[in-house]
């Protein structure tokens, strides 16, 4: 599958038993795991660390597996603590904190809000130190899949000189630039979240409170909503994700409609009025998707390399390592023996779906009033508050105990679903025939 027809000499032939595209959180993760387990891995990351990259606030059980890498007190030192996630609406003239510490899972109780040029440097740094062979400034520009024959990839250095390998197992960890989804054409939009966003980092932003508490804050409005990330040294993450309408409407600079944008929502136009924009104003476009395939005979896609959902909830980062985290199973054990490593890998390919699927549900309605009035008027009846709260810190895996006050939670919003229909809204007085709300600043 030729992703680059330029024709270039070759440097030797080095062969190894897993070669993994994308040196971010999913390929540093695979590779530092499989080096650990005695395979010789290379590592090929085509920009260097540390560099910038979005999808800087983490979840509770991004924690286990910084334990798991033995990288907890590097994170430790470079991150903001984040104890919850905390959501504002002027519609509702309201806000809500969820703490982690208030959910079901009471190991992981609290998360980290970073840079990701910080992060992905440690997670990089921590994949050579386990013995694999990470290089940067290599971009992988062709891969020929032949499990049986062998596999061959070619990538390019920045003198332009031409690398070939001869790995007996690929991953694809590339994030977004999905090199084998896109080069075998499997890679479909989601149908179901067409957005897109806008963002910039900030100094000189008011905290939502008195004092600034770790929190992120997503900040809901009529056509999607804005997150406030707070970052070491007094920056702020400020982005907008919305439909493709609000963006097709920008006329003039990205920067200016980005600003425009903060300003036009009371909450958020308040806590910038004393900013500055210290960065260039960034757009992602072309927002979800999946691969139609996420695994074949000696080779897998992990993190965004196979699929993409919208970051409301954080979960990108967790959902990329975890699966790097599985997905390295998979190929230690086809490594081995790939009988029995197909089983594996319709499990690690379930796994991976499910996890999306449990987040996707909240995020295909999170625009609706019915979940958006669930999140200010937050109840506990059946631990529905306490479920909701474990699904936000990432526990999509939880056991049955765990996932019926999920359930409920579900349950009770399709009921409200149904009374909506009648006319009826939730409010502090429980549900009741209600008249539209004015916009007002939630303080
Ligand atoms: C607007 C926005 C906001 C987000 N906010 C959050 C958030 O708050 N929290 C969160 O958890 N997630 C967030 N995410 C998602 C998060 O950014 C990703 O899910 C996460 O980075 C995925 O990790 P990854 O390792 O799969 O891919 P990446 O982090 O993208 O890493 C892939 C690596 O592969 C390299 N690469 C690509 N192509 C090649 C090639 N041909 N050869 C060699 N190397 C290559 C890239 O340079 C990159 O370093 C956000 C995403 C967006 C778009």
Redesign the pocket.
């Known amino acids: 599958m030729p992703?680059d027809a330029t024709p270039a000499p070759l440097v030797g032939e080095t062969a190894c038993d897993v070669l993994i595209?994308?040196?971010?959180?999913?390929?540093s993760t695979a590779a530092t795991l499989l080096a650990e387990k005695g395979r010789t891995v290379v590592l090929?990351?085509?920009?260097h660390h540390p560099?910038f990259?979005?999808?800087?606030?983490?979840?509770p059980l991004n924690l286990r597996i910084f334990e798991r890498l033995g990288v907890q007190d590097e994170i430790a030192a470079i991150g903001v603590h984040k104890p919850g996630a905390r959501f504002v609406s002027d519609e509702h003239g309201k806000h809500t904190a969820f703490s982690f510490a208030a959910g079901l899972n009471q190991d992981y109780t609290y998360s980290y809000q970073v840079r990701?040029s910080s992060f992905?440097e440690v997670l990089f740094h921590r994949a050579q130190t386990a013995g694999a062979d990470a290089r940067e400034g290599?971009?992988?520009?062709d891969v020929a899949l032949d499990a049986r024959g062998g596999h061959r990839v070619c990538?390019r250095n920045e003198a332009g000189a031409m690398h070939a390998f001869r790995p007996r197992f690929v991953m694809d960890?590339?994030?977004?630039?999905t090199?084998l989804a896109t080069a075998m054409g499997s890679k479909a939009r989601n149908p179901h979240n067409n957005t897109a966003?806008m963002?910039g980092h900030f100094r000189g932003v008011a905290p939502f409170g008195e004092a600034e508490d770790g929190n992120?804050t997503i900040h809901l409005f009529d056509e999607g909503w804005f997150?406030m990330?707070p970052l070491p040294d007094g920056v702020m993450s400020i982005?907008v994700?919305s439909n493709p309408g609000f963006f097709k409407r920008r006329r003039g600079e990205v920067r200016d409609y980005f600003l425009e944008t903060l300003r036009a929502v009371p909450s958020v136009a308040r806590r910038i009025a004393d900013a500055e924009l210290v960065s260039e104003v960034t757009t992602?476009g072309n927002?979800s998707y999946a691969s139609k395939v996420m695994h074949g005979d000696g080779w897998l896609m992990?993190?965004?390399?196979y699929a993409?959902i919208d970051?409301v909830f954080?979960?990108?980062?967790?959902?990329?390592m975890a699966s790097?985290e599985m997905g390295a199973e998979v190929a230690d054990t086809w490594l081995d023996d790939p009988a029995r490593a197909a089983p594996m890998a319709r499990a690690f390919e379930a796994k991976v779906k499910r996890a999306i699927g449990s987040l996707s549900w909240l995020i295909y309605r999170i625009n609706t009033p019915v979940l958006r009035d669930m999140f200010m008027e937050p109840r506990n009846r059946f631990r529905m508050r306490e479920g909701l709260v474990s699904l936000l810190a990432g526990d999509v895996h939880a056991n049955a105990n765990r996932q019926l006050p999920v359930l409920a939670f579900k349950a009770a919003f399709y009921a409200l679903s149904l009374a909506y229909r009648f006319g009826y809204r939730l409010g502090p007085q429980g549900l009741t025939k209600a008249a539209p709300r004015a916009l007002a600043p939630a303080e």
């Open positions: 992703l595209i994308g040196g971010g959180p999913a390929g090929l990351e085509k920009d560099r990259h979005i999808g800087e606030s983490l979840l990701r992905d290599m971009r992988v520009l990538a960890c590339s994030g977004r630039d090199v966003a963002y992120i997150w990330i982005g994700v992602t927002y992990a993190g965004d390399a993409f970051p954080s979960s990108g980062v967790l959902l990329a790097a």
